[in-house]
């Protein structure tokens, strides 16, 4: 892994919420191992397939979190556009979006999808992470990842300015029970 996600993966075990906004991608908690191989090879094509099988158990491992009797609070906002069929074969769509499914069944995980045009007028900037801690007085911490490095923000004027953001997102965001129902829909779509 790079140096600058090694702080993130340090933190995420000890959050008691984490909410994301991927425009371009699954969030890692929540891709299926063939949907991450599919995107990891496609962001470096050329990977030594050793680095790949490390990268890929290393979401697994992550993923390990949503699924502790302590797991933290997750709220993922996704644009549709990560699972178009142009994204990826449709075998690897079709156990993603089964899994995603699956995922926003559990009472601590929140899904919603979002329109990629009504996202860029909230939230130009890509891929965000809020993160909040258990303990009282611990101020959350804004993870803004770019292609080739990742921004830790913790400023509290920041860190405010995007959780209104993500608060307005939410709210043009398609309701939880909406989302699912169109995950089913993309997903009888892709049906042999």
């Given at each position: 892994?790079?140096?600058?996600?090694?702080?993130?993966?340090?933190?995420?075990?000890?959050?008691?919420?984490?909410?994301?906004?991927?425009?371009?991608?699954?969030?890692?908690?929540?891709?299926?191992?063939?949907?991450?191989?599919?995107?990891?090879?496609?962001?470096?094509?050329?990977?030594?397939?050793?680095?790949?099988?490390?990268?890929?158990?290393?979401?697994?491992?992550?993923?390990?979190?949503?699924?502790?009797?302590?797991?933290?609070?997750?709220?993922?906002?996704?644009?549709?556009?990560?699972?178009?069929?142009?994204?990826?074969?449709?075998?690897?769509?079709?156990?993603q979006l089964r899994h995603l499914i699956a995922m926003a069944a559990y009472?601590?995980?929140?899904l919603q999808l979002v329109c990629s045009t009504d996202a860029e007028r909230?939230?130009?900037?890509?891929?965000?992470?809020?993160?909040?801690?258990?303990?009282?007085?611990?101020?959350?911490?804004?993870?803004?990842?770019?292609?080739?490095?990742?921004?830790?923000?913790?400023?509290?004027?920041?860190?405010?300015?995007?959780?209104l953001r993500y608060q307005q997102l939410a709210l043009k965001a398609m309701?939880?029970?909406?989302?699912?129902?169109?995950?089913?829909?993309?997903?009888?779509?892709?049906?042999?």
């Amino acid at each position: 892994m790079p140096a600058w996600f090694g702080p993130y993966l340090t933190l995420e075990p000890e959050l008691d919420l984490i909410r994301v906004y991927a425009p371009r991608r699954v969030p890692g908690l929540l891709q299926t191992p063939d949907y991450a191989r599919h995107m990891i090879t496609e962001d470096l094509p050329g990977i030594p397939a050793d680095e790949l099988a490390q990268r890929i158990e290393l979401r697994q491992l992550r993923q390990q979190v949503l699924h502790r009797p302590d797991a933290p609070r997750y709220w993922a906002i996704i644009d549709p556009r990560a699972l178009a069929r142009r994204t990826a074969p449709p075998t690897v769509l079709r156990g993603q979006l089964r899994h995603l499914i699956a995922m926003a069944a559990y009472p601590h995980i929140t899904l919603q999808l979002v329109c990629s045009t009504d996202a860029e007028r909230v939230v130009p900037a890509g891929p965000i992470t809020l993160m909040r801690f258990p303990e009282p007085g611990v101020g959350d911490i804004v993870y803004l990842e770019q292609n080739d490095h990742g921004i830790y923000v913790d400023d509290s004027e920041s860190v405010d300015y995007f959780a209104l953001r993500y608060q307005q997102l939410a709210l043009k965001a398609m309701e939880p029970h909406a989302s699912v129902s169109l995950l089913l829909k993309m997903l009888d779509r892709l049906q042999p």
